[in-house]
């Protein structure tokens, strides 16, 4: 993750933005600590599933008060305006985010109990990863990044360029035929949706064969061992048709 971000990234920017991930896993571990929840298969599947979307927000946050520090801006004055300018959509880009996860929440049952573990992570995670970018990435910024890139960093960055120059040309193109754009993407999405609904059958959990099965023989209570021995043998012979049967049924 590191190493992706210094490469789209000033360095400092890359490294502070970078360290929000520790610290918003830190705290959610802290906060599952006291909640009673522990550290299971679904907890860290939880951790990995959020592992690139904790890091958006000190993106944001960062790449805005660097633009301000090469604005000409103190360092102070920099991080309060950087991180105050972004508030509103990085929030609600964070919402978002625990919006889409709030529904596993409502799930009743044997299957959401064990299901609840990963909404409760991922939105503890997403909640502490904002405190980190409001609260202590400014600080950080504030004090350890620099005023401007320098002439090196700069020569070294000018492939990273060449593909902004072409994203941003072809955004503009989308943008000039937003109504053609919409309505086409719209149109894609209708006929996707008719086509599922038509041809598609929604299953929630597939069949499969059970590798393993168990048998309960109840004899009467004055059974001695020979009898039960018979029983246990009539049984297997019956299952082992039968499981042929399947296999000849299915060859």
Not at 16 to 37: E, H, N, Q, R
Not at 231 to 237: G, I, P, S, T
Request: glycine share 6%.
């Amino acid at each position: 993750m590191l190493l992706i971000l210094y490469t789209f990234l000033e360095s400092r920017v890359a490294f502070w933005a970078a360290m929000g991930i520790p610290f918003s896993f830190l705290l959610a571990l802290i906060i599952m600590y006291y909640m009673g929840m522990s550290l299971n298969m679904l907890s860290m599947f939880a951790l990995i599933l959020v592992l690139g979307i904790v890091v958006d927000d000190a993106i944001v946050v960062a790449e805005n008060v660097f633009r301000y520090r090469e604005m000409g801006l103190s360092s102070a004055e920099a991080a309060i305006a950087g991180a105050d300018e972004v508030g509103l959509p990085v929030t609600a880009a964070i919402a978002t985010n625990i919006a889409a996860f709030l529904p596993l929440l409502m799930i009743a049952g044997i299957t959401g109990k064990f299901m609840r573990v990963i909404p409760q992570v991922v939105i503890l995670t997403l909640l502490a990863s904002l405190l980190e970018a409001f609260l202590i990435l400014p600080s950080h910024l504030a004090e350890f990044v620099k005023d401007r890139v320098d002439d090196a960093n700069k020569e070294a960055r000018a492939w990273f360029r060449h593909i902004r120059d072409a994203y941003g040309n072809l955004l503009e193109a989308f943008l000039n035929r937003r109504y053609v754009i919409f309505f086409g993407l719209c149109g894609v999405a209708l006929v996707t949706i008719v086509t599922a609904a038509l041809t598609m059958e929604f299953v929630f959990m597939g069949k499969y064969d059970a590798e393993q099965f168990m048998i309960d023989i109840i004899n009467p209570v004055d059974s001695n061992m020979d009898e039960t021995d018979r029983v246990v043998r009539e049984v297997e012979k019956i299952e082992i048709c039968k499981i042929w049967g399947i296999v000849l049924s299915n060859g």
